[in-house]
């Protein structure tokens, strides 16, 4: 049993929206699953897309350009960009309520403006966009529901025929009301981190977290979508594998699937030092993604069999943080390398710009020696050690 379950979701939400328990019980599957808890999931799950796979003509074509372009660069090892972005990432805000102690927004590590950006800048971002662009990833640094305008964002990206994910630490839709526009507002997909099945884990990470309140959003946004019998958003829960969460696997499964969650991800910690190793990383190596880790050493990641050394995002995705200021990918998360300006410019003069050009010959001639690309996860194995589908499972 974990410690929620005498707070059950049906029990507090259900009734207070006024919707009797026994009538919730009977859209959802009455049967308790085998771990004894009501299963809540009552409809089929929502499919998430692939913006690697074309539905048009003309997303085809862009496909074949980006595929060309960036195999004729790795062959001559000069940067040609032929292809538009088909995801790209867009920062609400680099500000964030928690203080988790490896993430520069927690720790006010990062030194590049920290705001928020408004509902106009959004529009004016978005309409800049290329139509090739398919995933609106919602998130970099920061929080995302700190910005008020974020519904109106999603709701923004929506009509524009995005998929729309977002990341979130879970901590402001306790209300019913805000789960229920979250839900209303179309958005795809919802990651919730959440790492520790109970506060005195949780908290080790999440620091001025509060578990419950992530409990209690997620069981809202759940029951939200069985009222209106929606699948949407995918709720996908990632829990970061850490030295003192690991034994909480089980427990976490459970809460998941009690909370109604859609999928649960297991995702291995990104350190910068081995000091910070040695304080969070699990000491079971498959349950990491470096090398056993040699004190003063430079850390070593786990790498893929092909193009491990080589970098292919920045042939199809880019990164625009809070004040418009593009990056080439999300691990320049201090904005060091920046390429232009989409509130100020236009969408082709940064895409191909002289900046972005060298960005991407620098790193077609020597990745490694850029500090930023040495913590980056392209080319890298083991960064989810297991998915939990509590539509299958
Ligand atoms: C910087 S956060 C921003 C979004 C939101 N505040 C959140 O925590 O989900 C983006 C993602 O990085 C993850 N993250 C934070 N610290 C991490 C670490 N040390 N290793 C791997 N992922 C981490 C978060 O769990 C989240 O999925
Ligand atoms: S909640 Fe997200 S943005 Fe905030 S400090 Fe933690 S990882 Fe960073």
Same mark, same amino acid.
């Given at each position: 049993?974990?410690? &929620?379950?005498?707070?059950?979701?049906?029990?507090?939400?259900?009734?207070?929206?006024?919707?009797?328990? %026994?009538?919730?019980?009977?859209?959802?599957?009455?049967?308790?699953?085998?771990?004894?808890?009501?299963? *809540?999931?009552?409809?089929?799950?929502?499919?998430?897309?692939?913006?690697?796979?074309?539905? /048009?003509?003309?997303?085809?074509?862009?496909?074949?350009?980006?595929?060309?372009? !960036?195999?004729?660069?790795?062959?001559?090892?000069?940067?040609? /960009? #032929?292809?538009?972005?088909?995801?790209?990432? @867009?920062?609400?805000?680099? !500000?964030?309520?928690?203080?988790?102690?490896?993430?520069?927004?927690?720790?006010?590590?990062? /030194?590049?403006?920290?705001?928020?950006?408004?509902?106009?800048?959004?529009?004016?971002?978005?309409?800049?966009?290329?139509?090739?662009?398919?995933?609106?990833?919602? #998130?970099?640094?920061?929080?995302?529901?700190?910005?008020?305008?974020?519904?109106?964002?999603?709701?923004? %990206?929506?009509?524009?025929?995005?998929? $729309?994910?977002? +990341?979130?630490?879970?901590?402001?839709?306790?209300?019913?009301?805000?789960?229920?526009?979250?839900?209303?507002?179309?958005?795809?997909?919802? @990651?919730?981190?959440?790492?520790?099945?109970?506060?005195?884990?949780?908290?080790?990470?999440?620091?001025?977290?509060?578990?419950?309140?992530?409990?209690?959003?997620?069981?809202?946004?759940?029951?939200?979508?069985?009222?209106?019998?929606?699948?949407?958003?995918?709720?996908? *829960?990632?829990?970061?594998?850490?030295?003192?969460?690991?034994?909480?696997?089980?427990?976490?499964?459970?809460?998941?699937?009690?909370?109604?969650?859609?999928?649960?991800? &297991?995702?291995?910690?990104?350190? $910068?030092?081995?000091?910070?190793?040695?304080?969070?990383?699990?000491?079971?190596?498959? *349950?990491?993604?470096?090398?056993?880790?040699?004190? +003063?050493?430079?850390?070593?990641?786990?790498?893929?069999?092909?193009?491990?050394?080589?970098?292919?995002? !920045?042939?199809?995705?880019?990164?625009?943080?809070?004040?418009?200021?593009?990056?080439?990918?999300?691990?320049?998360?201090? %904005?060091?390398?920046?390429?232009?300006? *989409?509130?100020?410019?236009?969408?082709?003069?940064?895409?191909?710009?002289?900046?972005?050009?060298?960005?991407?010959?620098?790193?077609?001639?020597?990745?490694?020696?850029?500090?930023?690309?040495?913590?980056?996860?392209?080319?890298?194995?083991?960064?989810?050690?297991?998915?939990?589908?509590?539509?299958?499972?």
């Amino acid at each position: 049993m974990n410690q &929620f379950e005498n707070q059950n979701n049906s029990d507090s939400i259900i009734k207070s929206d006024n919707t009797p328990f %026994a009538e919730m019980n009977s859209q959802s599957h009455s049967d308790k699953n085998h771990h004894g808890y009501r299963q *809540l999931i009552n409809r089929p799950p929502a499919k998430p897309i692939s913006p690697f796979l074309p539905r /048009t003509f003309s997303q085809f074509i862009n496909l074949f350009k980006i595929g060309v372009s !960036l195999g004729i660069s790795l062959l001559l090892r000069k940067a040609y /960009t #032929w292809g538009n972005p088909v995801i790209t990432h @867009i920062e609400p805000t680099s !500000l964030c309520n928690l203080r988790c102690p490896l993430c520069p927004s927690g720790t006010g590590e990062l /030194t590049r403006k920290r705001t928020r950006m408004n509902f106009d800048q959004f529009r004016i971002i978005v309409d800049k966009l290329p139509t090739s662009v398919r995933m609106l990833l919602l #998130w970099n640094q920061g929080e995302p529901f700190l910005v008020k305008d974020f519904m109106q964002m999603v709701s923004y %990206a929506k009509q524009k025929k995005l998929y $729309v994910v977002t +990341s979130t630490n879970g901590h402001f839709f306790r209300n019913l009301e805000t789960a229920k526009n979250i839900v209303q507002s179309g958005i795809d997909e919802l @990651i919730v981190s959440l790492d520790g099945a109970d506060q005195e884990s949780y908290q080790k990470y999440r620091i001025g977290g509060n578990l419950s309140y992530v409990v209690q959003g997620i069981r809202n946004l759940s029951a939200s979508k069985n009222q209106m019998n929606l699948n949407k958003p995918l709720i996908h *829960l990632q829990f970061i594998l850490m030295k003192h969460n690991i034994v909480q696997r089980e427990q976490m499964i459970d809460l998941g699937r009690e909370m109604g969650a859609d999928k649960l991800s &297991f995702k291995t910690l990104q350190i $910068v030092n081995w000091q910070q190793g040695n304080q969070f990383l699990p000491e079971d190596h498959s *349950l990491t993604r470096y090398k056993p880790l040699i004190e +003063s050493e430079p850390l070593q990641t786990k790498r893929r069999r092909f193009f491990a050394d080589d970098c292919l995002r !920045l042939w199809y995705s880019m990164v625009i943080n809070c004040d418009g200021q593009v990056s080439p990918c999300c691990f320049d998360k201090d %904005a060091e390398f920046p390429v232009g300006n *989409l509130l100020s410019t236009s969408f082709a003069s940064i895409w191909r710009g002289e900046s972005f050009k060298k960005f991407r010959q620098q790193l077609l001639d020597s990745r490694f020696e850029l500090e930023m690309c040495q913590d980056c996860t392209e080319g890298v194995r083991n960064l989810f050690t297991e998915t939990i589908d509590y539509h299958k499972n």
